[in-house]
């Protein structure tokens, strides 16, 4: 008997990721209207023009019984094909490489939800801007990470007390 589906937001999990929330609160989607189905479809009528307004909207991508679920900041276009970007703003002197930490992990889990859907380049960027002046601080390259899924599990797992045994369910490709 499958477990029921547990929907989870990209920004709690990244904090639960680094040890900033030892809980992560389940959100619950009505079957019909997923949010990745929704995004799905309208991702088939992809233009430059329209990229990234329907990047504004809500998306997601399954993992076993998890569906993670989150909204791209921002996109750039490099040639035919998409560079994320995830912008932060900070207070220039609470930067830390936890933070760095966290929001990598956040725009891997975005290149994750997007990889099968979009043509993706390469490189993504995260970027942070200081809070009272509007200036970039800092810029950092991401990359696809492929054992992502398997660090969504073992985050999971490590909130709720769970045996990782349920990473041997994630098949890394």
């Known amino acids: 008997m499958e477990r029921s589906i547990r929907h989870l937001k990209v920004s709690d999990l990244a904090r639960a990721y680094v040890g900033w929330a030892t809980d992560l609160e389940w959100r619950k989607y009505a079957q019909d209207n997923s949010p990745g ?8 009528r992809i233009t430059p ?4 307004s329907l990047l504004s909207k809500f998306f997601s991508r399954r993992t076993g019984n998890m569906v993670v679920t989150g909204v791209i900041d921002g996109v750039r276009l490099v040639g035919k094909k998409v560079s ?23 725009l891997q889990l975005y290149i994750w939800i997007c990889e099968k859907v979009l043509k993706l380049f390469k490189k993504h960027y995260l970027e942070f801007y200081s809070r009272a002046t509007g200036k970039l601080v800092a810029r950092f390259e991401v990359h696809r ?3 992502i899924e398997l660090k969504i599990w073992y ?16 098949e890394v490709k």
């Open 49 to 52: 023009a329209n990229l990234q």
């Open 37 to 44: 189905t929704r995004m799905h479809n309208e991702l088939k």
């Open 84 to 106: 994320l970007v995830e912008f932060k703003t900070i207070e220039e002197d609470k930067f830390s490489d936890t933070l760095v930490e966290m929001s990598s992990f956040q």
């Open 155 to 170: 985050t999971v797992a490590k909130c709720y007390g769970e045996t990782t045994s349920d990473t041997k369910q994630v």
């Open 145 to 147: 990470d492929p054992k």
